[in-house]
T-cell receptor, first 113, second 112 residues
């Protein structure tokens, strides 16, 4: 089965600093998804990456899928308290769009004002 | 109203009790999923259903059962709850041909 490992498991940054979260897969990624969970709430979809080398941005968050399609990174520029939460990466477990997702263990982000 | 509604949002129960978590959706999606979240373990799939007559076991189905009463309703049951089933449970939906899961707000279950 596919396994996703996220690093770091937790992160505390000062407001305004940049940060990167990594997601490494044990198998080739056919679809990689980033979700954000605010503490005590559900998950909100951020971005989806499918092609090697693909990069997407939304506001101050940029996600990349490496050329070999086994690792993705999520980069936040000039972090704000509103970025705090748990970030999870998820991957299609089959080469079949979105039927099942396997998730990483999550990265807990705290942003200090 | 939320697209995916879970009830109850919080529940405390005792070992051996039967518990049902309910999920309803207004998205019109065919596919519905139950995940549990434990600290540091991310989300693990319990059961999923691609249609009303379709039920599939996920990664950690032991100790759980599900019922897809209608396209919009998918319930998760713990026949005899045990303390290691204490977790945050999420219901999610996905439309056919789509890639993105829509999650409910979660049901926090504590088994004493």
């Amino acid at each position: 089965s596919q396994e996703l490992e996220q690093s770091p498991q937790s992160l505390i940054v000062q407001e305004g600093k940049n940060l990167t979260i990594n997601c490494t897969s044990s198998k080739t990624l056919y679809g990689l998804y980033w979700y954000k969970q605010k503490y005590g709430e559900g998950l909100i979809f951020l971005m989806m990456l499918q092609k090697g080398g693909e990069e997407k941005s939304h506001e101050k968050i940029t996600a990349k899928l490496d050329e070999k399609k086994q690792q993705s990174s999520l980069h936040i520029t000039a972090s704000q308290p509103s970025h705090a939460g748990i970030y999870l990466c998820g991957a299609d477990t089959y080469n079949n769009a979105g039927n099942m997702l396997t998730f990483g263990g999550g990265t807990r982000l705290m942003v200090k004002p | 109203d939320a697209d995916v509604t879970q009830t109850p949002r919080n529940r405390i129960t005792k070992t051996g009790k039967r518990i049902m978590l309910e999920c309803s959706q207004t998205k019109g999606h065919d596919r519905m999923y139950w995940y549990r979240q434990d600290p540091g373990l991310g989300l693990r799939l319990i059961y999923y259903s691609f249609d009303v007559k379709d039920i599939n076991k996920g990664e950690i189905s032991d100790g759980y059962s599900v019922s897809r009463q209608a396209q919009a309703k998918f319930s998760l049951s713990l026949e005899s709850a045990i303390p290691n089933q204490t977790a945050l449970y999420f219901c999610a939906t996905m439309g056919s041909g789509a890639n993105v899961l829509t999650f409910g707000a979660g049901s926090r279950l504590t088994v004493l």
